[in-house]
Each structure stands twice: as C-alpha cells, then as structure tokens.
C-alpha cells in the first residue's frame, strides 16, 4: 500500500514516540521541499540527539528522497551523528593554532583518564569525547568545548579538573 | 601602534551593543543600502570595481570584476559565503556576532546591484552563536522593512535566509556550498561548465562572496573610492581583517592596513613570541599557503603582489605562528591530515594523494622514514599539483587537492634537513612540543 506525503506525516509514528510530531511540525514549515533536508536533519538531531536509521528512514518518506540519498547527506556532514551521545560531551580542538598549543596533550590525558578513544563514548555512557577541526575561536587555543561551554587557555590538567566536575555534577543530582 | 579603524570601528567604540539595530541607526546605518536603491546597476557596478575591492573569502578575486561577469539569466541569487573553516580563520565569526547588520547592509548593496532578490547567508554549521545573532539581526531588519516587499518604501523586494551548513570544510568551496544549499552533498562542480555567475545555485547566476567582503560595501559607497582605496597600499585597497594565532603574544583578530610588514604583524601587533623564543616560520593566509619563514620574509610587505611574488598567498587572513619548538614534520601533518579528512572524495589525486602524504608524514614523525621518503613526498604531491609551482596547477575539481601540497613543498624546500634528520635518526629531534605559558 502506498501512503501519500501527506498521510505520511499527519499519522502518528508507529513507535508512538511523539518526537516524530516536532519534526513533522519543521517539515510542514517548510512545505516538505526537498532541499530543506539539511535544516531538517538539524532538527531531527536536535529532538533526538542524534539520528538513528529510523529517523533517517522517516525523513526520507518525508521529503520522498531515497533512503540512500539522505544517508549519503547526512554522512557527508560532520555534525550529524549516528550513535547515541554520552551524558557528557567534551570535544577538544585539534585544529593547527590548537595543535600548536598543546591540544595533543588534552586528547591524550582525557583519553587516559577515562579510557575513551576519540570519537567515542565511555563504556558507562558518562563520556563523548570528540576531537574538531579549527572551531575558529584559535585566539583562545587550546579550545576545548565542554557540555557545549568553550573553554580556553587551558593545559591537559585543568581540562581533567573540569570534565570531573561535569561528571560529579551529574552523581550529585 | 594604532591604525584607524573600519570594519571593527562599531564594535570597538560600542563594545556592548554594537550588534544592535538602535546601535546601527545611530552611527549611519542602512543609509547606503537605501542610497543604492537609486544608483543603476552599472554605476554600483563601476563604483565597486573602481574601489579596487578584492573578495576576502581566500582567492582575493576582484568583486566588481565578479558582478560584471553575472550573466543575464533571471532570477540571480546572491549566496554569502560564512562558512569560515580555513583553519585558524575566525574573523567572519566577528564580523557576524558583533555587527551583523554592517554585512546585511552589504547584502541589500550587493543585491540591488546584481538584481538579485533572494539573498542567502550560509554559516558554517559550528557558528550556532553567530547564526543565532545574524538571525535575530536579520528579524530586526525585516522589522524596519530594510528586507521583503517594497524595501525601505521602494518597489525592491529583497528576502534573506540564513542557513546553517553541516559541518564540512569543502563547502566554502563557493560551488561546494551552492550544492550544499540545494540539501545536496557538499561536493565541488566542475568549473566549467559551473561557474556560479552563469550556472550556479539551482542552475541560474549566481554572485558568492564572503562575509567580510560584504561588510566593506557600505564604506566604500560612504566613504566614496578615493577615500577608500587610501587605506589600503596600491592595488591592496582598504583595509584587512587578520587573524592572528598560536605563538604570539596577543593572539586575536585584528583590523589593518595593507602594507604593513610581517615583522609589524608579528612583533608589534602580535606582541612578539612568548618566553623571547625565536620565531621558526608561520602560515601567512590560512593552511593552504605555504609557510613563510623569518630569513626570506619577516620584512616583506602585507600586500597580495609581495605575498604572490614570495611563493605564497595572504588566503584567508589566518596567521599561525611557531616557535623553535615547533616539529615541522608534525606541523604538516597536522595541515595534511586537516585537508586528508576533508577531501570530498570525488577526484583520485586528492582523495589517494591527501590519504599518503598523511601515511608517510606520519611514519617519518615516528621515525621510521625511510631515505626514499623525502622524494616520494614530492612525487605524491606532484600527482595533485603538477610541477610544484606557484599558483598551483591543478588536476583535481577544485583547490583543495592542491592545498595539501603547501606544507609539502614548504618543509621540503626550507627545512629539508630538519625532515631528513627524522629519518637517519630514526627519531624525531623534538620528542615533544613545548606547550608556551
Ligand atoms: C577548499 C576551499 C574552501 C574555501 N572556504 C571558504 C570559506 O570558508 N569562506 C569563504 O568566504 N571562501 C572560501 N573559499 C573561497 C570561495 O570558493 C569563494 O572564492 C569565495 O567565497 C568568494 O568570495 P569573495 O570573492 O568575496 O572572496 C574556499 C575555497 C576553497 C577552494
Ligand atoms: S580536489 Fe579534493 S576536495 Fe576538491 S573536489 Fe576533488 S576530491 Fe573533492
Ligand atoms: S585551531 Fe582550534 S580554534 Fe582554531
């Protein structure tokens, strides 16, 4: 049976998660043209954290591009991820000014620390640590983004002393 | 030392509210936007030529040129490049947080001279700040009626969107970014047929220019070309926004004229290099120029001819500086693996060639070079670049390929001995880099 766009979107998501409706409600601002995909991946990551095969599958019916198409997009980018986030996220720069300043170091200490490689999330889902390129803030190298707060000017050790306490913030709730 | 201001004067002046509407009305504002509503396209035209403008984005393409090469076709598009990722490049970033509507009324310019009335801003995906702040400028311009139906009274209808890219270097690629406006994947077109003036976003012409060359218009219509080209030193009009990073002093964002010597860059204005170690080279416009050195260039003047003549180019206006501390080897590595990762894939000498100067990069940091290494570098980056010259000569879709080649050939040509001790030593002599208080 085939389902209309329309029909599509206006039916609740068969998982009934009805983050599926905030997603909907980008679509129908911007009138299902297909080259919002982009903006749209923004917002199904935004509402789910990052973006599973089945958001990706619904955005697609939703714009009626091909499956492979969007993943194609979506892979492209950067910003968009495909597995769940950790609690925490701590991305430090590993751009050239941030490299020349010692960004090597952090990567490695925090590494060490908690025992996660970069681009991954600790075993227990506390920790995401990513490594980005030039986050053109280079005036305060070495940058390190912490739970979406920038950092700068700092050395391996007080990085360390600031991820703790991220953690330890979220014990004490 | 001081020098005067432009681009940077509200927000040095007006620090608190300098990305405000009220601010911007009170210091002149959106009166050359609404002065060019009745100029000819001809005369904007002629005007921003005769300015000696040249597009700040890296190619350093004289803008007037560029909107006289729009061709006839209508509907014309405007797409302002703010997709800032050339490593150590953050000036467009203030340049949109602290006046966004200085590069909104360049916009309103730009488009009333190339007949456009769709503008679109794309910001590159990690500048969620400086989106929101342009945003909320551009909500506020809708407000006064400076965008949309009948602009400032007139019969010109002008939108804008802005846009929030995805996170990829090779959309500021101007053709790169069109397809990446389109929802597309970010990947260069081939040019030709794909010059944006004749067949550019959703294949009609199409005028990209980047974020700080759109900030200049409204000085140069009020400020007029004569006052305007004085700021600047010969064919460098006006002035330029740097940025300044890694062993310096002060590092930051500065505003200057052309002309000025790197010594003045980077001893005065950048206050030296910390802990009085000596200055070992620097990148002179972002990680596709090739490296400067303080024996052949510290007294070169800033200008784009000098920096052309010396081999290299003023790109993006970021300037990292090193130290003696500072690894060559590792130093290209760390450029190489930048353009490795963000090589688009299409063509082979890029995607191959980027992916093995990494490799061998890396194994002579590690030291185990081998002697063969040193000349199989060049060959592999004579692959993307043929002959090694400057500019480059490409064989690939765009010139990101061809980047990879600068830390190549700049280790290769003036620290070749510094690269081969890696090599017969089997180690690198800088164990570890010194990190600067
Ligand atoms: C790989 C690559 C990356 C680029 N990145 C940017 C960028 O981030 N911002 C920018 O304005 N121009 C960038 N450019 C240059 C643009 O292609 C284009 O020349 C520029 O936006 C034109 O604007 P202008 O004439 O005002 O400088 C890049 C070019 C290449 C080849
Ligand atoms: S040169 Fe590299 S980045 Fe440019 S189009 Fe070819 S593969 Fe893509
Ligand atoms: S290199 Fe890290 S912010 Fe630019």
């Not at chain 1, 769940?84 to 590993?94: L, N, Q, S």
């Not at chain 2, 996170?167 to 053709?175: D, F, L, Q």
């Not at chain 2, 090193?322 to 063509?347: L, P």
């Not at chain 2, 590690?366 to 043929?386: H, K």
Request: charged share 20%.
């Amino acid at each position: 049976m085939t389902t209309t766009r329309d029909e599509a979107a206006g039916e609740l998501h068969p998982s009934g998660d009805d983050r599926f409706a905030l997603v909907d409600k980008h679509l129908k601002r911007v009138r299902y043209e297909q080259d919002q995909l982009i903006e749209t991946l923004h917002v199904a990551q935004d509402v789910f954290g990052y973006l599973s095969d089945d958001v990706l599958i619904y955005v697609a019916r939703a714009l009626m591009l091909p499956p492979s198409m969007v993943y194609g997009v979506a892979t492209f980018y950067q910003l968009f991820t495909f597995e769940a986030p950790g609690d925490h996220a701590c991305t430090v720069c590993t751009g050239t000014a941030c490299y020349v300043k010692g960004a090597d170091d952090i990567v490695q200490s925090v590494r060490e620390a908690h025992d996660v490689a970069a681009g991954a999330t600790s075993e227990d889902g506390r920790l995401t640590l990513k490594t980005a390129r030039c986050l053109g803030s280079c005036g305060l190298a070495p940058v390190v983004v912490l739970d979406g707060t920038v950092h700068g000017h700092l050395d391996a050790a007080e990085v360390l002393a600031l991820v703790q306490q991220a953690l330890e913030e979220e014990e004490a709730d | 030392m001081s020098y005067p201001k432009v681009l940077t004067k509200r927000m040095e002046d007006h620090p608190a509210d300098s990305h405000t509407i009220e601010r911007y009305a009170a210091t002149g504002g959106y009166a050359q936007a609404k002065a060019a509503l009745d100029m000819t396209r001809d005369e904007l035209v002629d005007i921003v030529k005769a300015s000696g403008l040249l597009g700040r984005g890296g190619a350093a393409f004289s803008t007037g040129l560029k909107w006289s090469f729009l061709a006839p076709a209508r509907p014309a598009y405007l797409v302002v490049n703010g997709d800032e990722s050339e490593p150590g490049t953050f000036k467009d970033r203030q340049l949109l947080e602290r006046d966004p509507h200085q590069m909104l009324e360049g916009v309103i310019i730009t488009a009333i001279a190339n007949e456009v009335h769709h503008a679109f801003v794309y910001i590159r995906g990690e500048y969620p700040k400086p989106a929101r702040r342009l945003q909320r400028a551009v909500d506020e311009a809708y407000a006064e009626g400076y965008f949309g139906k009948g602009i400032f009274g007139s019969d010109y209808d002008l939108d804008v969107t802005v846009h929030l890219g995805g996170g990829a270097y090779i959309c500021g690629e101007e053709t790169a970014l069109i397809n990446s406006l389109e929802g597309q994947r970010g990947e260069p077109r081939l040019k030709p047929p794909y010059f944006p003036a004749a067949k550019g976003l959703y294949m009609m012409p199409t005028i990209v220019n980047n974020v700080e060359t759109m900030a200049n218009l409204p000085h140069i219509l009020d400020m007029g070309v004569e006052a305007y080209k004085a700021l600047g030193h010969g064919d460098d009009t006006g002035t330029f926004l740097t940025s300044l990073s890694g062993h310096v002093n002060n590092p930051g964002n500065y505003e200057l004229p052309h002309g000025i010597t790197w010594r003045e860059l980077i001893y005065e204005v950048g206050g030296g290099i910390p802990g009085d170690r000596e200055l070992k080279m620097w990148i002179p416009g972002g990680a596709s120029a090739p490296w400067f050195n303080p024996e052949d260039h510290l007294d070169l003047p800033i200008t784009k001819g000098d920096t052309g003549q010396a081999g290299s180019m003023l790109g993006s206006g970021a300037v990292v500086v090193m130290n003696d501390t500072t690894c060559v080897v590792k130093a290209a590595e760390r450029v190489v693996r930048f353009f490795s990762h963000e090589s688009c894939g299409q063509c082979t000498p890029c995607r191959e060639g980027t992916t093995w100067l990494e490799m061998i990069l890396r194994r002579i940091e590690a030291g185990q070079g081998r002697p063969i290494d040193a000349d199989l570098l060049l060959d592999v980056s004579d692959n993307i670049s043929v002959g090694l010259a400057w500019p480059p000569r490409q064989t690939t879709i765009c010139p990101l390929g061809p980047s990879a080649v600068s830390p190549i050939t700049s280790i290769m040509r003036h620290f070749k001995d510094e690269v081969m001790a890696h090599i017969t030593e089997g180690a690198c002599p800088f164990a570890k880099t010194e990190v600067p208080a």
